[in-house]
């Protein structure tokens, strides 16, 4: 089955700077790749997602990369805030019998201190 | 917009007792998914549901099971908790749109249901 890798598991960053989270993804036949942000006991929200057929995706302050070659992609947040403070998660669809699920990665805690 | 509706928001029960958990997903969505948190980890498939057909199992234990009913609601069923049980459990709904499509659905997530077992 799938196995995704993220890291790190903690950043901390100053307002302003940039923040890179990456995770890796063992099954090439994943085609599917979202970006999850989770406040303390709180859903998951998607923040933005990438298909195998693109190579980057940029909405706001957030991108996302993938490299379907190294099977890796990559979240890049700008001008960093304090309410961008949460854990995210990477996830990678799992092609199973009957359709997809989504594997996540051990998520990162990052932190912005103003 | 309506989103995926959860209850109970907290359950605290003792070991050995049984749990329902219940999930309403976003009008449309015809796929449910179940997924189980524990704290600082990381969500843990454990069941999915298609057309009120079970679509896939992932790490569902054998105390637990689901369904989804005809208003496309779904229901997980656990029994005899263990401490372990305790995490957060979220329901997460999507468009697949047709049995054989292997789609890559937009998972939305409810907020969760907290489930503590003292």
């Known amino acids: 089955g799938e196995n995704v890798e993220q890291h790190p598991s903690t950043l901390s960053v100053q307002e302003g700077d940039s923040a890179v989270i990456k995770c890796t993804y063992s099954?090439?036949?994943?085609?599917?790749f979202p970006w999850y942000k989770q406040e303390l006991g709180k859903r998951p929200q998607l923040i933005i997602d990438?298909?195998?057929?693109?190579g980057e995706k940029k909405d706001q302050r957030i991108a996302v990369t993938l490299n379907k070659t190294a099977k890796h992609f990559s979240l890049h947040i700008t001008e960093t805030q304090p309410e961008d403070s949460a854990v995210y998660f990477c996830?990678?669809?799992?092609?199973?019998?009957?359709?997809?699920?989504?594997?996540f990665g051990k998520g990162t805690t990052l932190s912005v201190s103003s | 917009a309506a989103g995926v509706i959860q209850s109970p928001r907290h359950l605290i029960k003792e070991k050995r007792e049984t749990a329902t958990l219940k999930c309403y997903p976003i009008?449309?969505?015809?796929?449910v998914y179940w997924y189980q948190q524990g704290p600082g980890q990381d969500p843990q498939f454990l069941i999915s549901?298609?057309?009120?057909?079970?679509?896939d199992k992932g790490s569902i234990p054998d105390r637990f099971s689901a369904q989804q009913f005809s208003d496309y609601h779904s229901e997980l069923n656990m029994s005899s908790l263990e401490l372990g049980d305790s995490a957060l459990y979220f329901c997460?709904?999507?468009?697949?749109?047709?049995?054989?499509?292997?789609?890559?659905?937009?998972?939305?997530f409810g907020s969760g249901t907290q489930l503590s077992v003292l």
């Open positions: 997460a709904s999507s468009w697949r749109g047709g049995p054989a499509r292997m789609t890559n659905e937009k998972l939305f």
């Open positions: 996830a990678a669809s799992e092609l199973r019998q009957a359709g997809t699920a989504l594997i």
């Open positions: 990438i298909r195998s057929n693109v």
């Open positions: 099954d090439s036949a994943s085609n599917y």
């Open positions: 009008p449309r969505h015809d796929t």
């Open positions: 549901f298609y057309e009120k057909m079970q679509s």
